[in-house]
Structure formats: C-alpha cells, structure tokens
C-alpha cells in the first residue's frame, strides 16, 4: 500500500526474453525453457513429452549446461537418442553377414513419423557414438557399463532365429529411456529388468570364455565392451548371476506396485502408456530369467497375464494399440506373440492348460497381422523359427492335452467322444502340414522356417501319439518322428541356430537309439559355442541328464 492513496502498488513484472529455440513445450505455455537436451528440466518436472523445433541448429557449443538434473557436459551431440539401435518399424531385408547385422551394414535411426515428429537430434552424424546419453538414464557407472552390453550384442532374445537390429523382438529402445532411473516406478522397473538381462548375458558370455566354448571374446553388431583380457574370474560370474537374479526380483516388485498404485483398470492414454512399459518390463524379466534357468519367470508371466487382463484382453488391447499408432501395434503384438511362445513352451513341458490363446483358433492371433514374408526380420516366421499357424496347432494340442487330463476323472461318453472327434481332426491337420512341408520349396530364404515346422510337426505329432492316444514311447510312430526331428535338428547345426530347446528335450526323451541320443545331447551342447548361448543351455543338458537316468522304465518327457 502507497502512504498517501490507499490504492495498492503493482509489484513490477518481472521480465525475461524468452528463447526462440526453447522446445515445443515451455514455448507453448509460455515458461522459459532451459533448453536441456534432450529432455529440458521443466518437462522432466512435469513428465511430458520434450521436442524442440526441427529448424533449430545444434552444435555443441550452443547447448547450454542444464541446471541440476544431468551431467552438465552432455551436449546434443553427445545425446542422440535417435541415433540408438532401436526397433525400426521399416523392414530390413537380407541376409545376415558375419557381423550379424542385416545387409552387412548398421541400421541407421528408423523415422517414426507419426511418433517423433523432425528433431535436432535427426542431423547428426551417424559415425558419433551416442553412449554418453547413458550417463543421463543411468546415473550410476556398474549400471552404464552393463546396459552398454546389452546394446552391444543385438542377438540377446529367447527367439528361435536372433534378430540383428533388435537387442529383443518386443523391445524399441528409444521408448525404453526416454526417462532417467528415478523418474516413476513404471520407468524404473522396465530399466532395471534391463540391467537383469544385460548382467545375466554377461555372466554367461564369461562363463563361456571361461570354460573355453569360445575360442575369442564376441563382438555384437552394436560394437563390444571388451571383455577382460586375463579372462573372466568366478568370482565376476557368480557375481553377475547374482545380479541378474537380484535385480529381476527388484524389477517384478515395482511392476507390481506400480500395478496396484497406478492401474485402475481404466482404458485412459496415461494407463496406455504405464502398461506399455509394466509389459515390456515383465518380458524382459522373463526373458533374464529364461537365461538364467531361473523359477521367478513364472511369476513374471503370471504379471503379464494380469497386465493383459487390464487392458481388456489381447484382441481390446490390440484396437487400441493400433488407434494410438503403427509402432504402438507392433510392440503390442510383439509382446503378445512372445507371451503365447512361452505359454506354448510352458504347456508342452507340464501338461498344463494355455492362459494367453485362450480358444481354438483365436481370431486375435491372426488379425491385426501385416503380410510380411518369411525372411522379413518384422515376421513371426523369422523370430520363432516356424509360421504362425504352427503355434496356433500347439496351442490347440496342448489344450487337448489338458482336457484328456480331465476326461480321465469324469464317465461323461458324450465329451470324450467330442474330446476323440477333435483328436482325430489334430491328426488330420498334422498330415496336411506333413504334405505341405513336403511340396514346399526348401530355398536358402525360408530353409529356417521349414526346418522349424518340421520339428515342431513332429514333436506335437509325439505328444498326441503318447498324450493322447496312449501309444507307448518305443511305437514306430513315436520313433519314427523323433528320428525324423532330430535329423532335422542335426542338418540345421552347420548353417543357422534353431534354439527350440523344449521340443528337443522332449524328443530326447522318448528316443530309444542311442545315435539318436547323442544327437539330440550334442545339438544343445552346440549352442554352447553361439553367441545366444545362456545359462538355459546349461540347464538343458541338466534335464537331458536326468531323464536319461531312467533307462529301465518309459521315459517321460514330462520330466522336463
């Protein structure tokens, strides 16, 4: 108030220029942005999206430091996100070369137009590594030093056939750090179930060198953080192991606090976006834990299972992963077909009912699917190794499986007789997918994909002769199939990896030749010598031991 009017004073405004290269954000709501690359401090506060105009240029110089939230020396040079491998929605064609990686060069950054609109980060140079956007996700240097192995090797997934340019099939990384370690539980629990993978592939790629199954230390498409020239000590490997168990079960427990905290069941663009991550996290556990040999995947897929649940189902969540946008589908599909890969896994090993195809022919399973060709890196056929239709048949073996279970406690003749109509149809499919198989062009492009069918024919053809027609394991059927897949296994060894661990320890099982024993032993001890090499194989050849201990009695490949 003045002395003599009464009539208040207006405290002078307070005035500032406002930057012209400030990004999108701040200049829309008329804030000062600080102009932190790449996210700024007011829109980390704020958890929003940060874009900065496509006309501004960069240079290193120009970036001023940011105020308190990252590493002041990191420049937009330093920290192109865009300039990561990542999971390009564009299809890479041809053949894989030595290094691994598709056409014999790296991918460069993919353009997702209708998610990242133009950015400064898209003109700098391909040649600049982009690892020091790291120090901004990950504050904490052992955390860096194993994310920087996770993007090196791009081949680190359970998929039959590896994919090069993408570290896992359902995985884009660009998504993946958008936010440092800190920002929201969501965040946090898809990048440390990261870490869990990065700490297990490393351990086992020391265990490897250590036990002499590698005669030099990898490199990965991405380039390779050198391994330790005196060779890896026990004492790194149990570490890392350790790790990797450890930060898996850290990862699970903020999925699911996040789940109770932030997930109401709503249908909501901001739920969209927190279930998106949980469900990308919870495969990358799985994932770790597949690796590892672990027991806490199957925790993991129960998360999964209720994460699907909440977004109203596979098909709901399909719809409206493709309203969102193209890439939103593909991750969204992608997710799902490694939830009913490993639900098909699961049901040929125990017996037990399938929880992700739930009916016989799920229309969800072939809808929302682009026409790719066997040999495109985007295809089911080139990730698991078999077609489409292939897993849908084993989902619908491994539901009759189960329901034979059932039927044996009840005396109702009216399902059994369905239950045996239905039997007989499964052997029909088998027989016309045998008859294809036999009429199809077995080229160098989709050689992989015919062997995986194969082998998968003849394995679901095992269970249903033994499952559910009682045949006992020493019939020439059984045998005559198991001989017949483990040929299959045996040819596919000296040109590609065709890792269906499963179906081999099941035709391991009933085999009674002893040639076709070894087989079945030295096609898993083989991928000993890969780069997809894990702790699983190791835990294979454990069960491969064990059945074989029962050599006076019928085998049962249940015991795997």
Known sequence: MSSGSGTPVRKPRQHFTRSRTGC?????????????????????????TCQYPS?????????PPTSGGGPAHLSALDIDIFDLPHAPTSTTSGPSNSSGVAGGSVPGPSTHAGHHPPTVTNMIPQELSPPDLLEWVYPDLEERELIRHFLAFGTVNMCAIPQPDKPIKYFDIINSIMNPRGSSLESDSLLISILSIAAVHRSSMF???????LGEAPIGPWGAPPLPITGPSDHSISRLRKVGENTSKMA?????????????????????????KLLTGVMCIIDSQEML?????????????????????????????ESSSEESLSTARSVLENMAYIDMCRCMASGARPMVLLEAFEPWWFDFVKDHPPDSMDSFQYAFGMDRGMLELANRVNRLVYEHTLLAKMSD????????????????ELDLWEERIRKEDKNEEFRRVTYGNVIMLHTLRILVLIDLLQYSHLHDKVQHSAKTALRY?????????????????????????????????????????????????????????KVKRFETKPWDHRLI
């Not at 699970?252 to 998106?276: H, Q, W």
Request: hydrophobic share 40%; net charge positive.
């Open 252 to 276: 699970l427990d903020l999925c699911r606090t996040a789940m109770v905290l932030k997930l109401e069941g709503t249908y909501s663009p901001k739920e969209f976006a927190i279930s998106n």
């Open 24 to 48: 999108l954000a701040c200049r829309k709501s008329k804030h000062k942005c600080d102009e932190a690359k790449p996210i700024c401090q007011r829109c980390i506060r704020y958890s929003r």
């Open 413 to 428: 003749r009216g399902h059994q007789n369905l239950h045996d109509h239905k039997i007989q149809d499964i052997q029909g």
């Open 489 to 545: 296994l045996n040819d596919s060894r000296s040109w590609s990896v065709i890792s269906l661990l499963v179906p081999t320890l099941i035709l391991a099982a009933v085999i009674a030749d002893p040639a076709g024993t070894a087989t079945a032993k030295q096609v898993i001890q083989d991928l000993r010598l890969t780069t997809s090499f894990a702790y699983d194989v190791e835990e294979a050849l454990n069960v491969f031991e």
């Open 55 to 63: 006309h501004v240029s960069v240079s290193s110089s120009a970036t």
């Open 293 to 321: 040999g672990g027991l806490l995947w199957k925790e993991a897929f129960d998360v999964g299972l209720e994460l699907v649940k909440m977004r109203g189902g596979p098909r709901t969540m399909l719809e409206l992963s």
């Open 207 to 213: 265990f490897q060198q250590d036990k002499g199954f």
